[in-house]
């Protein structure tokens, strides 16, 4: 009987059954062997990416950098991201409390703390609908 070669774990099973393989690869160490041979997989594709797009930019493939500012005196182009507001002042009735953060109150809840009755759906007050095919009971005797 043929033995069965498991490339992430580089070794061979005993034997060569269905059974053996999914007990194999449920097993702790092949997992880690799968998730480290993808992850070093992924590293060595970015990394190629880094090289191809650094080594295009010294060829001056690249010219410009969307990550750079713009030149001075140059308007910018596109659209800025403000940035963050840190001398804001206090929002009024809310003191010692930063600028940034929301008040922490329920929505469904009063000011005093009281929660307002529920809302009715007017719909469930009048009860089920009638079956299929039958008549609403004002209409049963025909109209009046």
Not at 41 to 66: R, V, Y
Not at 74 to 91: D, E, F, L, T, Y
Not at 123 to 142: C, F, I, R, S, V
Request: proline share 21%; glycine share 8%.
């Amino acid at each position: 009987m043929p033995k069965y070669y498991c490339d992430y774990c580089d070794t061979y099973l005993t034997h060569d059954s269905p059974s053996v393989r999914k007990t194999h690869c449920t097993g702790r160490k092949h997992r880690d062997n799968v998730k480290f041979y993808y992850q070093k997989w992924m590293e060595e594709q970015a990394q190629h990416l880094i090289d191809a797009t650094t080594a295009a930019f010294k060829a001056g493939k690249i010219t410009n950098n969307p990550f750079a500012g713009p030149a001075p005196g140059n308007k910018p182009s596109g659209v800025s991201i403000p940035p963050p507001n840190m001398g804001a002042p206090p929002r009024p009735g809310m003191p010692n409390m930063p600028p940034y953060m929301p008040p922490m109150m329920n929505p469904l809840m009063a000011p005093t703390g009281i929660r307002p009755p529920p809302i009715l759906n007017p719909m469930a007050m009048m009860g089920p609908p009638p079956p299929l095919g039958t008549l609403p009971p004002q209409m049963m005797n025909g109209p009046k």
